[in-house]
């Protein structure tokens, strides 16, 4: 399967809500950018993570918030398609689209648009949720997932 060609990196499952969805604007800096004025692709995970800190703060499911419960969430899974350079001083869009997941997961599609719209980057990531004193991964959904499909399902996010 081709990653690059498809519009999203999860399956639309019917009859549940649509993405959560948050973005930042963010301009190319020079300490991100290589010798070429090209944004260096290693940049691209720390654009994930603070579009995914937004999105996780709009929701509920902030890493404040985690602790407070117990829990950690880290990335099981990281993956980056590239379309286009970002260059020194541009600005840009990261879009986090947070998508539903019956586990006890959190499934995230990042979109990098250039300020024409067109795509720069996408991804996608995949975090478990763990308790933060053995490790060990949680089998059912965490009570501020559960919350937050609560709201998600009575539309607060859209």
């Known amino acids: 399967m081709n990653m690059r060609r498809k519009k999203s990196y ?3 499952l019917p009859g549940v809500p649509a993405p959560i969805v948050a973005e ?3 301009r190319v800096h020079f300490n991100e950018a290589d010798p070429m004025a090209v944004m260096w692709h290693g940049r691209y995970p720390l654009l994930f993570e603070e579009a995914s800190e937004a999105l996780g703060r ?3 499911l902030s890493y404040a918030e985690y602790f407070a419960a117990g829990l950690r969430g880290p990335i099981v899974s990281l993956h980056i398609d590239y379309y286009q350079s970002l260059y020194l001083d541009e600005e840009y869009t990261v879009r986090a689209s947070l ?3 019956e586990g006890a ?3 995230t599609e990042f979109h990098v648009l250039k300020d024409d719209g067109t795509l720069a980057t996408s991804g996608f990531t995949v975090q478990l949720f763990t308790d933060h004193l053995t490790g060990e991964p949680c089998l059912v959904s965490p009570e ?4 937050c ?3 998600w399902r ?3 996010f859209h």
């Open 10 to 12: 999860f399956p639309s």
């Open 24 to 26: 930042i604007r963010r």
């Open 58 to 60: 709009l929701c509920g």
């Open 99 to 101: 998508v539903w997941c």
């Open 105 to 107: 997961r959190l499934n």
């Open 144 to 147: 501020i997932l559960v919350r």
């Open 149 to 151: 499909r609560e709201r």
């Open 154 to 156: 009575s539309g607060e």
